[in-house]
Protein backbone atom coordinates (compact mmCIF):
# COMPACT_ATOMS: atom_id res chain seq x y z
CA UNK A 1 0.00 0.00 0.00
CA UNK A 2 1.56 3.43 -0.85
CA UNK A 3 1.89 6.05 1.54
CA UNK A 4 0.61 9.46 1.62
CA UNK A 5 3.19 11.88 1.72
CA UNK A 6 1.63 14.26 4.32
CA UNK A 7 3.23 17.42 2.95
CA UNK A 8 0.99 17.38 -0.39
CA UNK A 9 -2.59 18.26 0.02
CA UNK A 10 -4.41 15.40 -1.06
CA UNK A 11 -7.10 16.52 -3.85
CA UNK A 12 -9.77 13.27 -4.17
CA UNK A 13 -10.37 15.04 -7.70
CA UNK A 14 -6.87 14.43 -9.00
CA UNK A 15 -7.40 10.73 -7.79
CA UNK A 16 -10.56 10.26 -9.60
CA UNK A 17 -8.96 11.44 -12.94
CA UNK A 18 -9.50 15.49 -12.52
CA UNK A 19 -7.10 18.00 -13.31
CA UNK A 20 -5.55 20.06 -10.09
CA UNK A 21 -6.65 23.52 -10.72
CA UNK A 22 -4.24 24.26 -8.04
CA UNK A 23 -1.91 24.17 -10.74
CA UNK A 24 -3.33 26.42 -13.18
CA UNK A 25 -2.20 29.79 -12.44
CA UNK A 26 -4.59 32.61 -12.70
CA UNK A 27 -3.74 35.78 -14.92
CA UNK A 28 -3.21 37.74 -11.75
CA UNK A 29 -1.86 35.73 -8.22
CA UNK A 30 -3.64 37.43 -5.92
CA UNK A 31 -2.05 35.43 -2.72
CA UNK A 32 1.05 37.74 -4.03
CA UNK A 33 -0.56 41.07 -4.57
CA UNK A 34 -1.94 40.53 -1.23
CA UNK A 35 1.80 39.91 0.02
CA UNK A 36 3.25 43.01 -1.70
CA UNK A 37 0.90 45.14 -0.95
CA UNK A 38 0.09 43.95 2.69
CA UNK A 39 -3.19 43.25 2.16
CA UNK A 40 -4.21 46.83 2.31
CA UNK A 41 -7.34 47.10 -0.01
CA UNK A 42 -6.50 51.10 -0.82
CA UNK A 43 -2.96 50.06 -2.13
CA UNK A 44 -3.96 47.38 -3.52
CA UNK A 45 -6.41 49.39 -5.94
CA UNK A 46 -3.65 52.34 -6.39
CA UNK A 47 -1.04 49.65 -7.46
CA UNK A 48 -3.52 47.94 -10.06
CA UNK A 49 -4.76 51.07 -11.43
CA UNK A 50 -1.03 51.79 -12.36
CA UNK A 51 -0.41 48.70 -13.86
CA UNK A 52 -3.55 49.00 -15.94
CA UNK A 53 -2.20 52.65 -17.17
CA UNK A 54 1.45 51.74 -17.50
CA UNK A 55 0.35 48.51 -19.70
CA UNK A 56 -1.86 50.41 -22.01
CA UNK A 57 0.68 52.87 -22.79
CA UNK A 58 3.51 50.62 -22.89
CA UNK A 59 1.79 48.20 -25.32
CA UNK A 60 0.59 51.05 -27.19
CA UNK A 61 4.45 52.31 -27.91
CA UNK A 62 5.44 48.46 -28.04
CA UNK A 63 3.19 47.60 -30.95
CA UNK A 64 5.46 49.65 -33.14
CA UNK A 65 8.34 47.45 -32.55
CA UNK A 66 10.42 50.94 -31.66
CA UNK A 67 14.32 50.77 -31.45
CA UNK A 68 13.45 50.78 -26.94
CA UNK A 69 11.29 47.99 -27.26
CA UNK A 70 13.74 45.77 -24.84
CA UNK A 71 13.88 48.76 -22.39
CA UNK A 72 9.48 49.14 -22.82
CA UNK A 73 9.42 45.73 -22.38
CA UNK A 74 11.73 45.68 -19.40
CA UNK A 75 9.46 48.08 -17.58
CA UNK A 76 6.38 45.86 -18.24
CA UNK A 77 7.83 42.84 -16.89
CA UNK A 78 9.02 44.81 -13.88
CA UNK A 79 5.07 46.15 -13.76
CA UNK A 80 3.73 43.01 -14.42
CA UNK A 81 5.95 40.68 -11.76
CA UNK A 82 5.39 43.83 -9.20
CA UNK A 83 1.63 42.96 -9.10
CA UNK A 84 1.52 38.77 -9.27
CA UNK A 85 0.24 38.98 -13.17
CA UNK A 86 3.33 36.26 -14.01
CA UNK A 87 2.01 35.37 -17.66
CA UNK A 88 2.26 38.87 -18.42
CA UNK A 89 5.64 39.01 -16.80
CA UNK A 90 7.51 36.11 -18.81
CA UNK A 91 6.19 37.09 -22.38
CA UNK A 92 7.94 40.53 -21.94
CA UNK A 93 10.80 38.97 -20.69
CA UNK A 94 11.11 36.93 -23.68
CA UNK A 95 9.79 39.88 -25.64
CA UNK A 96 12.72 41.82 -23.81
CA UNK A 97 15.20 38.75 -24.65
CA UNK A 98 14.23 38.55 -28.53
CA UNK A 99 14.57 42.54 -28.67
CA UNK A 100 17.85 42.90 -27.48
CA UNK A 101 19.54 39.70 -29.21
CA UNK A 102 18.23 41.61 -32.67
CA UNK A 103 18.52 45.21 -31.85
CA UNK A 104 15.92 47.00 -34.75
CA UNK A 105 14.63 43.75 -36.26
CA UNK A 106 10.92 43.35 -36.33
CA UNK A 107 10.55 39.99 -37.29
CA UNK A 108 7.58 37.50 -37.00
CA UNK A 109 9.16 36.64 -33.24
CA UNK A 110 8.56 40.06 -32.26
CA UNK A 111 5.53 40.35 -33.71
CA UNK A 112 4.36 37.26 -32.35
CA UNK A 113 5.54 38.39 -28.61
CA UNK A 114 3.96 41.46 -29.13
CA UNK A 115 0.48 39.73 -30.19
CA UNK A 116 0.86 37.73 -27.16
CA UNK A 117 1.68 40.55 -24.88
CA UNK A 118 -1.54 41.71 -25.81
CA UNK A 119 -3.84 39.21 -25.24
CA UNK A 120 -2.03 38.69 -22.00
CA UNK A 121 -2.50 42.04 -20.71
CA UNK A 122 -6.37 41.84 -22.17
CA UNK A 123 -6.66 39.05 -19.84
CA UNK A 124 -4.58 40.01 -16.13
CA UNK A 125 -6.83 43.72 -16.89
CA UNK A 126 -9.36 41.62 -17.19
CA UNK A 127 -9.16 39.89 -13.62
CA UNK A 128 -8.00 43.03 -12.31
CA UNK A 129 -11.09 45.55 -13.39
CA UNK A 130 -13.40 42.33 -11.71
CA UNK A 131 -11.03 42.94 -8.57
CA UNK A 132 -11.51 46.71 -8.71
CA UNK A 133 -15.12 46.11 -8.89
CA UNK A 134 -16.28 43.10 -6.94
CA UNK A 135 -12.90 42.11 -4.69
CA UNK A 136 -10.45 38.91 -5.15
CA UNK A 137 -11.76 35.79 -6.65
CA UNK A 138 -12.05 32.55 -4.10
Request: aromatic share 2%.
Given at each position: ?????????????????????RAEPGPVDWDHLR???????????????????????????VKGLPDDTAALAH????????????????????????????????????????????????????????????????
Amino acid sequence: MASHDPTVPHDPDAAAGEPDRRAEPGPVDWDHLRAVTLADPALQREVLGLFLGQSRDILAAVKGLPDDTAALAHTMKGAARAIGAHGVADIADHLESAARSRPGAAGPLARDLVARLAAAIDTASAAIAGFLRDGPAS
